[in-house]
């Protein structure tokens, strides 16, 4: 063993092992970095994607549905194109109350609306995660959305992706 690794810690009297275990460390990162940033094993799919803007007043209702025609694009805060719009939806936003019987039922807002904006675009599939541009397409996920006059919060509530989101 002494041949092998020397008193001060170096192999065969010329290398040191901190430094091997350091080096090792820093290859590690820069692999992982690359292929975290260059996508690797990610095939390129067709998405489709339903965001719900949730409890929104008639302006902001009106606002989208005349800035953002059919075949419009929305992009997201970052500016990444998240693909055009096939259609936009717009229904009560329902609010659930207690009756007096003590039933919980649920009803259609006098004021506010939900507008569901589906979009479809070009993605990119790493594993089960799709993604447009570096915005995960996640359920539950909360994007801004901005067309030409408007800036809105909303809710992923659908994915389809691959010959289902061409449909």
Known sequence: MARFLDERGRIFGKVNVVDILVLLVIIA????????????SSESVPLEVTYTVEAVRQATVDAIQETVPVNGTVRDEGGTVLGKVVRVGVRPTQ????????????FD????????????????????????????????????????????QSVIMKVVSGEEALK
């Open 109 to 152: 807002s006098p004021i506010f609306n939900d507008v569901d904006i589906v979009v479809r675009g070009a993605g990119s599939k790493s594993g089960e995660t799709a993604r447009i541009g570096s915005v995960p397409m996640l359920v539950g996920r909360k994007v801004t959305l901005r067309g030409p006059e408007f800036e809105v």
């Open 29 to 40: 990162v820069v692999v992982f970095a690359v292929v975290r940033l260059t996508g690797a």
């Open 95 to 106: 609010a659930e109350y207690m009756t007096p019987e003590g039933e919980l039922k649920a």
